[in-house]
């Protein structure tokens, strides 16, 4: 029997992927997006659209139309400044809109959540390295405290409800498709300047790592958890486990043009984290899942992607 997902955030970046994939594998797929940054190039006529507000009223009545199977829940505020100016905002769509979806998914009898949590923001100040999910969770942002607290409602509903639920917790995503404007994404954002001639902003030393995941390997952790078969509650790092310098994303970009990049160093920005590194174990264990696009071809297919 066909099954149907519901993809909040479905127009975004990492939603309008899993869109492809999800549709790819047989599902029918129901894209629910305010379009606040959610781009209509992205979406496919295959697939049912309502551009509406995760806070609003209305996903009770979509939720009872469509009678989706699987939530997959990508909608948020995702600017972690935008975050500390105006925390209210960031809760109202963080962590009440994923209370509005959950109340609608148990309603409706949902068989599974998925949540799109970030193990960066979570873990921050990140104290072992890499990270499992083990690790202290004392987010030092509203957007983590935000993510965090989104967490704990599904651990709630799969308790209370006995909602099947998964926290998948993303290191840095990059790829095709991510916004060059925001804050966040700095392979876009690089992709971008370095197309438009601009030279490349680095803030401090540029030696600040992160941990760099492809696109594809989230799609792919995300269909592996959908299996019908999971069930219960689960927390899972989505993550290479390799740390990767600011001045190694520009070094790799610098192999996709022929001649030099120039770099401007600006002051290192307050509060950014030294290092970030999840350890993926758990999710390589229980569900043979692994990071397959490495940096250097990872870095070569976004450039690739803003060229065109
Ligand atoms: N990109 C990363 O590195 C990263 C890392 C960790 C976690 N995440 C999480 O993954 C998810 C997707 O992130 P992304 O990078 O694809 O961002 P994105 O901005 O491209 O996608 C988010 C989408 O949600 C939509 N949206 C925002 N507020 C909404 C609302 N109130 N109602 C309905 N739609 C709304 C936006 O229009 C956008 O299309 C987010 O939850 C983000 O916190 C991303």
């Not at 790829?175 to 197309?195: H, K, S, T, Y």
């Not at 999710?283 to 397959?292: F, G, T």
């Amino acid at each position: 029997m066909t099954r149907t997902v519901l993809i909040t955030g479905g127009a975004g970046f990492i939603g309008s992927h899993l869109a492809d994939a999800y549709r790819a594998r047989g599902f029918r797929v129901v894209l629910v997006d305010n379009m606040v940054h959610g781009q209509s190039t992205f979406l496919n006529s295959q697939d049912t659209f309502y551009q509406v507000d995760i806070c609003s009223p209305e996903i009770k009545t979509i939720f009872k139309k469509e009678q989706p199977d699987i939530v997959n829940h990508h909608a948020a505020q995702i600017d972690l400044l935008k975050s500390i100016s105006d925390p209210l905002a960031d809760i109202q769509v963080n962590v009440l809109g994923t209370v509005n979806l959950l109340q609608a998914a148990v309603q409706n009898h949902v068989k599974a959540f998925v949540f799109a949590s970030s193990g960066g923001a979570i873990y921050s100040p990140q104290k072992t390295f890499p990270a499992d999910e083990t690790h202290p969770l004392y987010p030092v942002s509203p957007y983590g405290v935000a993510k965090l607290s989104a967490e704990k409602y599904i651990y709630f509903y799969h308790k209370h409800y006995g909602l099947n639920a998964v926290n998948l917790r993303y290191a840095n995503v990059y790829g095709p498709r991510q916004n060059a404007r925001g804050e966040a994404g700095v392979v876009a954002i690089f992709c971008d300047r370095m197309l438009k001639g601009q030279a490349l902003v680095v803030y401090g030393d540029g030696l600040q790592t992160r941990d760099y995941v492809y696109v594809d390997d989230v799609v792919d952790a995300n269909l592996r958890v959908s299996d019908p078969a999971l069930t219960g509650y689960q927390e899972y790092n989505v993550a290479t486990g390799i740390e990767s310098t600011v001045l190694d994303l520009v070094q790799g970009l610098t192999q996709q043009v022929s001649g030099k990049i120039e770099t401007i160093h600006q002051a290192a920005r307050k509060g950014e984290q030294a290092r970030s590194v999840l350890d993926a174990s758990k999710i390589s264990r229980a569900l043979k899942w692994q990071a397959k696009v490495g940096l250097t071809e990872g870095l070569e297919r976004t450039f690739r992607y803003f060229q065109k």
